[in-house]
């Protein structure tokens, strides 16, 4: 399981899969849709200044996006409930940072399948971020999401193992994680062919697959809107 990116990958208007890059996306309180910058910028040059996917005026206040994300966490909805957790996590949106109320979150969104809240119990865990510290939970929540195509706690495991001496089961995580797309992963594995622990082929491998997915997440639209963030950040 996770050998593939799942289709809640996908942007839901170009239905191409979305950059790991999350810069080039933009998470929308008002559905909970990632949706890609290409696909924000098309619509904006059409005269659409709401959401590009369900049409709601984007939220102009901490407040009104509070309860944007609020209203989704009330309805069951599994990233609704992760998004709350990070607003409840990190203080946003005007809320008071509750790490407790952060977890109790992210428990229920893992319960429902989310992977990015496995992902951030995991973060939770490792660091001790107002909980015990708990190597076991981390790596069981690593696992869960992996196992649900997320990328990065792919390349985590992989990287855990690696520290280990377990450089077989290291490369196979690699492996995934980067024919799903992450560049690190590609220079663990560019790093341990250098080292010995892989050989050329597994990496021209991982480099094929990687540079495949790539690929696949490109459109005119997205090349375009990269250029204008990249001009942004020159600035």
Not at 125 to 136: A, E, F, I, N, R
Request: proline share 4%; net charge positive; aromatic share 6%.
């Amino acid at each position: 399981k996770g050998r593939t990116r799942p289709e809640a990958d996908d942007c839901p208007i170009c239905q191409l899969p979305l950059p790991l890059d999350m810069r080039q996306t933009d998470l929308k309180a008002c559905c909970m849709k990632r949706v890609c910058k290409g696909c924000v910028l098309a619509a904006y040059k059409r005269g659409i200044k709401d959401c590009p996917f369900c049409r709601t005026t984007p939220p102009k206040s901490n407040a009104s996006q509070a309860r944007m994300i609020q209203k989704r966490a009330d309805a069951g909805d599994p990233a609704g409930i992760s998004n709350l957790a990070n607003q409840y996590l990190c203080g946003y949106s005007g809320l008071q940072k509750d790490v407790p109320r952060a977890v109790e979150l992210y428990e229920r969104a893992a319960e429902l399948g989310d992977r990015n809240a496995h992902y951030n119990l995991a973060y939770i865990y490792s660091g001790g971020v107002g909980v015990k510290k708990d190597t076991d939970k981390v790596i069981r929540h690593w696992e869960k999401a992996a196992m649900l195509g997320h990328t990065f706690a792919r390349h985590n495991l992989g990287a855990m193992e690696y520290q280990h001496g377990n450089h077989d089961l290291a490369l196979q995580h690699l492996m995934i994680s980067s024919k799903l797309g992450s560049k690190n992963s590609l220079d663990m594995i560019k790093m341990m062919f250098t080292n010995g622990n892989a050989t050329k082929s597994d990496f021209v491998e991982a480099l094929r697959g990687y540079q495949s997915a790539v690929e696949e997440t490109r459109s005119p639209d997205r090349d375009e809107a990269i250029q204008r963030l990249s001009t942004q950040l020159r600035r």
